[in-house]
């Protein structure tokens, strides 16, 4: 490929204007499993933050860095298993392998964060990877929640383990998944859509001793 050779790449909008309402991964789930609701005796509480935007981003990570810094206002995490959140901690990049990270924002963001990050990177070698569709991330919190996910993954959750800011692949249950640690008291699922009901169900069967609710 000479010199002279543009890089093209067609960018899809994964959120068009229709009359067709997009749905969660859990919306069949809620339908056929039920939404305990959170209540005084709930030692754990659930919930999805659903259709929000994911990014695989693939590439030399001096370059993404870069990018992504000029482009989100942080950069890349420092070390391998750990997640680098904004100030709001609405938006976070989570390292995969070497050159892999996977970034999630807002629901609607994603579409032009990708355009965004392939303007900054040019002609660059790198891959980015539109996977909002295919995933979905549920959230834990309460203090049972360590000792529901204790039941759940081989893992070790231990604090000095498992400190803020950490974040594996690893086994839940029978299924794969992202467990990540953002906060003290927070702990994040990030799942494939497939996996979706499965996990739902095991945590609302792990969780009933500690009358775990739904919050929509």
Same mark, same amino acid.
């Given at each position: 490929?000479? #010199? @002279?050779?543009?890089?093209?790449? +067609?960018?899809? #909008?994964?959120?068009?204007?229709?009359?067709?309402?997009?749905?969660?991964?859990?919306?069949? @789930?809620?339908?056929?499993?039920?939404?305990?609701?959170?209540?005084?005796?709930?030692?754990? $509480?659930?919930?999805?933050?659903?259709?929000?935007?994911?990014?695989?981003?693939? =590439?030399?990570?001096?370059?993404? #860095?870069?990018?992504?810094?000029?482009?989100?206002?942080? =950069?890349?995490?420092?070390?391998? +298993?750990? !997640?680098?959140?904004?100030?709001?901690?609405?938006? @976070?990049?989570? *390292?995969?392998?070497?050159?892999?990270?996977?970034?999630?924002?807002?629901?609607?963001?994603?579409?032009? !964060?990708?355009?965004? !990050?392939?303007?900054?990177?040019?002609?660059?070698?790198?891959? $980015?990877? +539109?996977?909002?569709?295919?995933?979905?991330?549920?959230?834990?919190?309460? %203090?049972?929640?360590?000792?529901?996910?204790?039941? @759940?993954?081989?893992? %070790?959750?231990?604090? %000095?383990?498992?400190?803020?800011?950490?974040?594996?692949?690893?086994?839940?249950?029978?299924? +794969?998944?992202?467990?990540?640690?953002?906060?003290?008291?927070?702990?994040?699922?990030?799942?494939?859509?497939?996996?979706? #009901?499965?996990?739902?169900? *095991?945590?609302? %069967?792990?969780?009933?001793?500690?009358?775990?609710?739904?919050?929509?």
């Amino acid at each position: 490929m000479s #010199d @002279s050779t543009a890089t093209r790449a +067609n960018v899809y #909008d994964a959120r068009p204007k229709t009359e067709v309402p997009a749905e969660s991964p859990l919306a069949w @789930s809620y339908h056929t499993s039920g939404r305990p609701s959170v209540s005084e005796k709930s030692r754990v $509480i659930l919930r999805e933050r659903a259709m929000a935007g994911h990014l695989i981003l693939r =590439g030399g990570a001096i370059v993404l #860095d870069e990018a992504v810094r000029g482009v989100l206002g942080f =950069g890349l995490p420092a070390r391998p +298993n750990t !997640l680098s959140l904004s100030d709001d901690g609405e938006r @976070s990049i989570q *390292w995969l392998s070497p050159d892999e990270w996977l970034v999630i924002v807002p629901g609607g963001e994603e579409f032009t !964060l990708e355009r965004q !990050l392939r303007e900054a990177l040019g002609n660059a070698h790198y891959a $980015i990877v +539109n996977v909002s569709g295919g995933q979905t991330l549920l959230e834990l919190e309460g %203090d049972k929640a360590r000792e529901l996910l204790m039941k @759940s993954t081989p893992y %070790d959750v231990h604090p %000095d383990a498992f400190p803020v800011g950490k974040g594996v692949t690893t086994v839940f249950a029978k299924a +794969n998944l992202i467990l990540r640690r953002p906060t003290e008291t927070r702990w994040e699922l990030v799942l494939r859509r497939s996996f979706a #009901d499965y996990c739902y169900r *095991w945590l609302l %069967d792990a969780g009933a001793e500690y009358a775990i609710g739904v919050e929509k």
